[in-house]
């Protein structure tokens, strides 16, 4: 039995008055990495474009399935259907081929996929606007639609190829900067959107979502991704283990006096307040260093 997909969650844009093309045109300008992490445990998709909340259209992913990322003239029921295609052990060029076949206006839409073996594909319709185009790798997709030129696409495969092993996140986001380094969107810059999934890796291990951030109305869209990252591999990850500061008795008297003097019960409760649970042990014998910094700089 395929599994239940995710919702794709809603995107707010800061502005009212911001006007978004009709719907015939949705997410006509885009470039995106949809890719599985060497270890086959992750699945993930990074995008940007100079359209409002790119992040509640173009991705999708399901842990143990795959991952894809639909632009262009953007099909976003493709978004539920190819999941449960992977889902039930479809592959990227199989997936590709059916979606493909049933839609009159495939011409115009752009699509990449990565399956749960990490087998990619994508299509760039003859009828998107240029420069349009997309590579398939081993392990990724990437594709992008009026850009500033043929050497986006290429910028991004290079990052990816020589980003160091690390967090499926932070290698999607390093091909994203490429591309908007490379000029990206030639339009310019908007939104931008960084999905990762892996079975277990969400909030308290109920669901899959290991990173989903998203820039709907920014300057530097990419820039403010990585801004998000940070934070969340702050408040959402454990310190290495040479981030690790030992509580001697000594210490933990200190911050729980300092705890108390911000108004809080003990230093378990600061803790708790400012979220920042992850960081420190749950029998407070040790803490992250920079969370040791923050107390004793109040």
């Not at 470039?31 to 409002?52: C, E, M, P, T």
Request: aromatic share 6%; proline share 5%.
């Amino acid at each position: 039995m395929a599994r239940a997909h995710p919702r794709t969650p809603a995107a707010h844009g800061r502005h009212a008055f911001v006007l978004t093309p009709p719907a015939r045109y949705v997410d006509r300008v885009t470039f995106s990495i949809v890719a599985r992490s060497d270890d086959g445990q992750s699945w993930g998709v990074a995008v940007a474009s100079r359209f409002l909340a790119v992040g509640a259209y173009v991705p999708a992913a399901l842990a143990g399935a795959g991952a894809l990322a639909t632009q262009a003239d953007a099909n976003v029921a493709w978004k539920s259907t190819a999941l449960a295609l992977l889902d039930e052990g479809g592959s990227a060029q199989d997936v590709l081929r059916q979606l493909i076949a049933e839609d009159a206006r495939a011409a115009e839409r752009q699509l990449g996929i990565v399956d749960a073996a990490g087998t990619s594909a994508t299509h760039t319709g003859a009828d998107c606007l240029s420069w349009a185009g997309g590579v398939a790798l081993p392990g990724a997709a990437i594709q992008g639609n009026i850009l500033a030129g043929p050497g986006v696409v290429p910028a991004m495969q290079e990052a990816w190829s020589v980003a160091q092993p690390g967090p499926l996140g932070r290698r999607l986001l390093t091909a994203l900067q490429a591309g908007d380094a490379a000029g990206g969107d030639r339009r310019g810059r908007q939104s931008a959107a960084l999905l990762v999934v892996r079975d277990g890796a969400g909030y308290g291990g109920l669901d899959d979502v290991a990173v989903d951030l998203r820039v709907d109305d920014h300057a530097d869209p990419v820039g403010e991704l990585g801004r998000l990252l940070d934070l969340q591999e702050f408040y959402l990850s454990a310190p290495a283990d040479a981030d690790k500061v030992a509580v001697s008795p000594l210490v933990a008297a200190e911050l729980d006096d300092r705890a108390r003097r911000l108004g809080h019960a003990d230093f378990q409760a600061w803790v708790g307040t400012e979220n920042y649970e992850m960081r420190v042990a749950p029998d407070t014998s040790w803490v992250d260093k920079r969370v040791l910094e923050i107390i004793r700089a109040q």
